[in-house]
Protein backbone atom coordinates (compact mmCIF):
# COMPACT_ATOMS: atom_id res chain seq x y z
CA UNK A 1 0.00 0.00 0.00
CA UNK A 2 1.48 3.42 -1.00
CA UNK A 3 2.22 6.25 1.85
CA UNK A 4 -0.02 9.26 1.72
CA UNK A 5 2.44 12.01 1.87
CA UNK A 6 -0.24 14.64 2.60
CA UNK A 7 -2.94 14.19 5.08
CA UNK A 8 -5.93 16.14 5.77
CA UNK A 9 -7.79 16.84 8.92
CA UNK A 10 -11.21 19.08 9.60
CA UNK A 11 -11.87 20.58 12.77
CA UNK A 12 -14.47 22.77 14.59
CA UNK A 13 -13.44 24.96 17.51
CA UNK A 14 -16.61 26.13 19.30
CA UNK A 15 -16.47 28.51 22.41
CA UNK A 16 -17.03 32.17 23.85
CA UNK A 17 -15.87 34.92 21.91
CA UNK A 18 -12.69 36.84 23.53
CA UNK A 19 -9.92 38.38 21.60
CA UNK A 20 -6.72 36.33 20.50
CA UNK A 21 -8.60 33.04 20.47
CA UNK A 22 -8.65 32.65 17.06
CA UNK A 23 -4.99 33.77 16.78
CA UNK A 24 -3.97 31.15 19.34
CA UNK A 25 -5.74 28.52 17.77
CA UNK A 26 -3.86 28.92 14.21
CA UNK A 27 -0.85 29.70 15.70
CA UNK A 28 -1.05 26.19 17.42
CA UNK A 29 -2.00 24.46 14.41
CA UNK A 30 1.27 26.28 13.09
CA UNK A 31 3.68 24.97 15.60
CA UNK A 32 2.46 21.20 15.02
CA UNK A 33 3.54 21.75 11.23
CA UNK A 34 0.39 21.59 9.80
CA UNK A 35 -0.85 24.16 7.23
CA UNK A 36 -4.63 25.72 6.74
CA UNK A 37 -5.99 25.05 3.31
CA UNK A 38 -9.63 26.47 4.25
CA UNK A 39 -11.38 27.83 6.55
CA UNK A 40 -14.60 29.87 8.12
CA UNK A 41 -15.46 31.89 11.39
CA UNK A 42 -18.59 32.78 12.25
CA UNK A 43 -19.91 34.97 15.31
CA UNK A 44 -23.24 33.39 16.46
CA UNK A 45 -24.21 35.55 19.49
CA UNK A 46 -21.59 35.19 22.59
CA UNK A 47 -20.16 32.64 20.56
CA UNK A 48 -18.25 32.06 18.27
CA UNK A 49 -17.06 29.10 15.54
CA UNK A 50 -14.04 28.18 13.47
CA UNK A 51 -13.76 25.86 10.68
CA UNK A 52 -10.73 24.83 9.31
CA UNK A 53 -9.69 22.10 7.16
CA UNK A 54 -5.75 21.46 7.59
CA UNK A 55 -2.68 19.26 5.91
CA UNK A 56 -0.13 17.69 6.78
CA UNK A 57 2.56 14.82 6.51
CA UNK A 58 1.30 12.30 9.32
CA UNK A 59 4.11 13.49 11.92
CA UNK A 60 2.46 16.77 12.02
CA UNK A 61 -0.72 15.09 11.89
CA UNK A 62 -0.44 12.85 15.04
CA UNK A 63 0.78 15.59 16.80
CA UNK A 64 -1.88 18.21 16.47
CA UNK A 65 -4.30 15.38 16.90
CA UNK A 66 -2.90 14.16 20.14
CA UNK A 67 -2.29 18.27 21.43
CA UNK A 68 -5.42 19.57 20.60
CA UNK A 69 -7.96 18.37 22.96
CA UNK A 70 -5.74 19.53 25.84
CA UNK A 71 -5.18 23.10 24.23
CA UNK A 72 -8.85 22.80 23.53
CA UNK A 73 -9.37 22.40 27.53
CA UNK A 74 -7.09 25.21 28.15
CA UNK A 75 -9.07 27.80 26.07
CA UNK A 76 -12.50 25.77 27.21
CA UNK A 77 -13.47 25.40 23.45
CA UNK A 78 -15.48 22.37 22.48
CA UNK A 79 -13.50 20.90 19.90
CA UNK A 80 -14.27 18.48 16.95
CA UNK A 81 -11.87 16.68 14.32
CA UNK A 82 -12.21 14.84 11.96
CA UNK A 83 -10.02 13.05 9.13
CA UNK A 84 -10.65 13.69 5.37
CA UNK A 85 -9.05 13.40 2.34
CA UNK A 86 -8.30 16.13 -0.67
CA UNK A 87 -11.75 16.25 -2.48
CA UNK A 88 -11.84 17.01 -6.16
CA UNK A 89 -14.67 18.06 -7.19
CA UNK A 90 -16.72 17.17 -10.59
CA UNK A 91 -16.58 20.24 -12.98
CA UNK A 92 -19.58 22.68 -12.42
CA UNK A 93 -19.33 25.33 -14.75
CA UNK A 94 -22.18 27.11 -13.58
CA UNK A 95 -21.93 29.44 -10.34
CA UNK A 96 -25.12 31.39 -8.95
CA UNK A 97 -24.98 34.23 -6.37
CA UNK A 98 -27.90 34.50 -4.64
CA UNK A 99 -29.25 36.77 -2.13
CA UNK A 100 -32.20 37.32 -0.36
CA UNK A 101 -34.02 39.71 2.13
CA UNK A 102 -37.71 38.92 3.15
CA UNK A 103 -39.47 39.23 6.97
CA UNK A 104 -38.50 36.41 8.93
CA UNK A 105 -40.81 33.26 9.58
CA UNK A 106 -39.75 29.97 10.25
CA UNK A 107 -38.56 27.14 7.10
CA UNK A 108 -37.57 30.36 4.78
CA UNK A 109 -33.99 28.98 4.25
CA UNK A 110 -35.37 25.67 3.96
CA UNK A 111 -37.69 26.89 1.09
CA UNK A 112 -34.75 28.48 -0.76
CA UNK A 113 -32.39 25.74 0.07
CA UNK A 114 -34.96 22.84 -1.49
CA UNK A 115 -35.13 24.89 -4.67
CA UNK A 116 -31.55 24.28 -5.33
CA UNK A 117 -31.70 20.68 -3.87
CA UNK A 118 -30.86 18.34 -6.98
CA UNK A 119 -28.33 15.97 -7.72
CA UNK A 120 -26.62 18.35 -10.30
CA UNK A 121 -26.35 21.00 -7.98
CA UNK A 122 -24.01 22.04 -4.77
CA UNK A 123 -25.01 24.66 -2.52
CA UNK A 124 -20.86 25.72 -1.50
CA UNK A 125 -21.76 28.47 0.79
CA UNK A 126 -24.64 29.65 2.67
CA UNK A 127 -24.55 32.88 4.94
CA UNK A 128 -28.07 34.04 6.95
CA UNK A 129 -28.49 36.40 9.83
CA UNK A 130 -31.70 37.65 10.89
CA UNK A 131 -31.89 41.75 12.41
CA UNK A 132 -34.78 44.35 12.89
CA UNK A 133 -35.49 46.09 9.32
CA UNK A 134 -35.07 49.58 10.38
CA UNK A 135 -37.21 50.72 7.85
CA UNK A 136 -40.21 48.28 9.22
CA UNK A 137 -38.98 47.51 12.92
CA UNK A 138 -39.83 44.25 12.02
CA UNK A 139 -37.79 40.77 11.99
CA UNK A 140 -35.69 40.51 8.57
CA UNK A 141 -34.00 37.27 7.66
CA UNK A 142 -31.45 38.18 5.19
CA UNK A 143 -29.63 34.97 2.93
CA UNK A 144 -26.75 34.74 0.79
CA UNK A 145 -25.70 31.36 -0.90
CA UNK A 146 -23.25 30.33 -3.58
CA UNK A 147 -24.36 27.36 -5.92
CA UNK A 148 -22.37 25.71 -8.44
CA UNK A 149 -24.40 23.27 -10.81
CA UNK A 150 -23.72 21.17 -14.06
CA UNK A 151 -27.20 22.64 -15.14
CA UNK A 152 -25.89 24.80 -18.02
CA UNK A 153 -29.11 24.92 -19.99
CA UNK A 154 -31.83 25.88 -17.57
CA UNK A 155 -30.39 29.02 -16.41
CA UNK A 156 -33.82 30.69 -17.04
CA UNK A 157 -35.90 28.05 -15.75
CA UNK A 158 -34.38 28.17 -12.21
CA UNK A 159 -34.04 31.89 -12.59
CA UNK A 160 -37.67 31.82 -12.88
CA UNK A 161 -38.60 29.51 -10.29
CA UNK A 162 -36.28 31.85 -7.62
CA UNK A 163 -38.54 34.40 -8.71
CA UNK A 164 -41.60 33.08 -8.41
CA UNK A 165 -40.48 31.71 -4.89
CA UNK A 166 -39.54 35.63 -3.95
CA UNK A 167 -43.02 36.35 -5.21
CA UNK A 168 -44.71 34.40 -3.02
CA UNK A 169 -42.96 34.52 -0.04
CA UNK A 170 -43.07 38.46 -0.42
CA UNK A 171 -39.64 38.50 -0.48
CA UNK A 172 -36.47 40.66 -2.46
CA UNK A 173 -34.10 38.55 -4.02
CA UNK A 174 -31.43 38.68 -6.53
CA UNK A 175 -29.77 35.96 -8.52
CA UNK A 176 -26.51 36.07 -10.53
CA UNK A 177 -26.20 32.89 -12.86
CA UNK A 178 -22.24 32.71 -14.23
CA UNK A 179 -21.86 30.01 -17.18
CA UNK A 180 -18.19 29.48 -17.42
CA UNK A 181 -17.15 30.81 -21.16
CA UNK A 182 -15.21 27.82 -21.93
CA UNK A 183 -18.19 25.67 -21.02
CA UNK A 184 -20.30 27.91 -23.56
CA UNK A 185 -18.17 27.43 -26.36
CA UNK A 186 -18.05 23.10 -26.23
CA UNK A 187 -21.24 23.14 -26.21
CA UNK A 188 -22.28 25.58 -28.76
CA UNK A 189 -24.50 27.96 -26.23
Known amino acids: ?10 ITALG ?17 GCNIEDSRLALL ?7 MLLSGGWSAMMLLESTLPQKGMELD ?16 PVTMWVKVE ?33 IFQQPTLYIEMTIHSTLTDSKQ ?3 QDFYRLCTELNAQGSISII ?5 EEKDGN
Open 1 to 10: MPQQSEYYLV
Open 16 to 32: TDRPGIVNTITRHVSSC
Open 45 to 51: GEEFTFI
Open 77 to 92: LLIVMKRTTQHERPPM
Open 102 to 134: VKDSPHLIERFTNLFDTEETSIAELTSKTSICE
Open 157 to 159: IVE
Open 179 to 183: INPQH
